[in-house]
């Protein structure tokens, strides 16, 4: 929470601040930042609140968290920041323009297809890729090989064998001996089954305790007690089932969450942009950075650190910040986009676009890139796995998405349909 309000109020804050040096009146910079502050802060609490709709309480329970976060952010952006900008007076100055987004402006317009082919090949690598990766339910993978309890883990490993560690207690709902061997003699033959350990009775069940030859947080381990459950018709209890459930209900919840998201999400820019077209393309750019950022991060991870494990939860919360952050970003381009059309044709006003908001975003991406970084230096991989795909898809989105896929495809399907 919060370092996604400390990237929340430094986009509102170097937003508000650019345009304060632009117009050198503030209300008037409020009022050409006001529906984009609005809009975005919009955007981003509706994308959170579909956590809401997660079956898993970690992932549920930070939607109103970061509901209630980011409408006291978009309080002070419309209210506190002003007041603290306009009281520190800034001085009358010449406004130098960047030459590098005025270059990336005309030459995303000018030359669309070379510079949208290039990029939509690289980003759609980095996609491919990610759709291969193999997330992992086992914790103790991303803890510090040093830490007690992993130190511990391998010691009772080498002593006695992984699946001992944590077996998965079978209850069968019967006590009907011929009904338990069968089911027994059925477990036996599976082949990461090591052993069955002795049977109790109760008046009505009958439990017993199935040891696996396999790490039981493995996704080996997970499968076999899957399928157990499935064929025999069995109840299961322990470390291992309570991993097979988080893994139906996570990805149940994940498509769920980024499904809902990205139409909501979807909405709201149709409604802000007043066209279908524009919110459909901002939407593809952000669904490929992510795509790419978790891609490659991963891709860099298990090359450069033999690092193979992904925590389950990466995917999911990798989303939910860069998605929300892209829109942030392509709401600022959208929204001066809006004002230069009036004055310019549609081909002049996306490169000024890209030049007069270039430096705000990529200012933004740089802070809040350095920001997630700080995760990369925890002892815990999974964070520091989530920080890195976090900071890299943000610069993804800052200095190539942003200022040169976006403004490129806009170019492109403007002329193919010669409107906004």
């Given amino acids: 929470m919060t ?7 430094t986009d509102y804050s170097l937003l508000l601040y650019a345009r304060y040096k632009e ?15 609005l809009f975005s802060g919009g955007t981003i609490l509706a994308g959170v609140a579909t956590l ?21 952010m978009l309080i002070a952006g419309l209210t506190l920041l002003p007041a603290l900008f306009a009281v520190v007076k800034i001085p009358k100055q010449n406004n130098k323009k ?20 290039p990029i939509l090949l690289i980003v759609g690598i980095g996609t491919w890729h990610a759709t291969t990766i193999v997330y992992s339910y086992d914790l103790l ?36 001996d011929k009904i338990i061997s069968t089911i027994i003699e059925k477990i036996e033959d599976r082949p990461l089954v090591d052993q069955i350990r002795p049977f109790s009775e109760s008046d009505r069940y009958t439990k017993f305790s199935v040891i ?28 291992t089932a309570k991993q097979v459930d988080i893994r139906k209900i996570n990805g149940r919840d994940t498509s769920l969450v980024m499904i809902f998201m990205t139409v909501l999400i979807g909405t709201m820019l149709a409604f802000q942009t007043k066209s279908i077209r524009a919110p459909l393309l901002i939407l593809v750019s952000i669904l490929l950075s992510f795509g790419a950022a978790l891609g490659f991060s991963t891709w ?119 409107g906004n």
């Fill in 212 to 239: 696996l030859k396999a790490n039981p947080y493995s996704k080996e381990a997970l499968d076999e007690i899957e399928n157990i459950t499935e064929e025999q018709n069995v109840q299961v209890s322990g470390e």
């Fill in 3 to 9: 370092i996604l309000l400390f990237a929340v109020i």
């Fill in 98 to 117: 960047s030459k590098i987004w005025a270059i990336a402006g005309k030459t995303s317009t000018q030359k669309p297809w070379r510079v949208a082919l």
């Fill in 300 to 418: 860099i991870f298990d090359l450069f650190f033999n690092y193979s494990s992904f925590s389950y939860r990466i995917p999911l919360y990798s989303f939910v910040f860069l998605v929300a952050l892209g829109v942030d970003y392509s709401i600022m381009l959208m929204s001066r986009l809006k004002e230069e059309r009036k004055q310019l044709s549609e081909q002049e006003a996306i490169a000024k676009s890209v030049e007069l908001t270039g430096g705000v975003i990529s200012a933004a991406g740089l802070i809040l890139a350095a920001t997630f970084a700080v995760l990369i230096t925890q002892p815990v991989m999974e964070l520091k796995v989530f920080g890195f795909v976090v900071a890299f898809g943000v610069l993804i989105d800052t200095f190539i998405v942003r200022p040169l896929l976006l403004p490129s495809l806009l170019t492109i399907t403007s002329k193919k349909i010669g």
């Fill in 23 to 37: 117009e050198q009146d503030m209300k008037v910079a409020l009022t050409r930042t006001r529906e984009t502050i």
């Fill in 141 to 176: 993978e991303s803890f510090p090989k040093e830490l007690s309890s992993r130190e511990g883990f391998k010691k009772l490993s080498e002593a006695f064998s992984e699946g001992e560690i944590a077996p998965t207690t079978i209850l069968i709902k019967s006590t009907d």
């Fill in 52 to 72: 809401s709709f997660a079956i898993y309480e970690p992932y549920r329970n930070f939607a109103p968290v970061f509901v209630i976060a980011v409408i006291v």
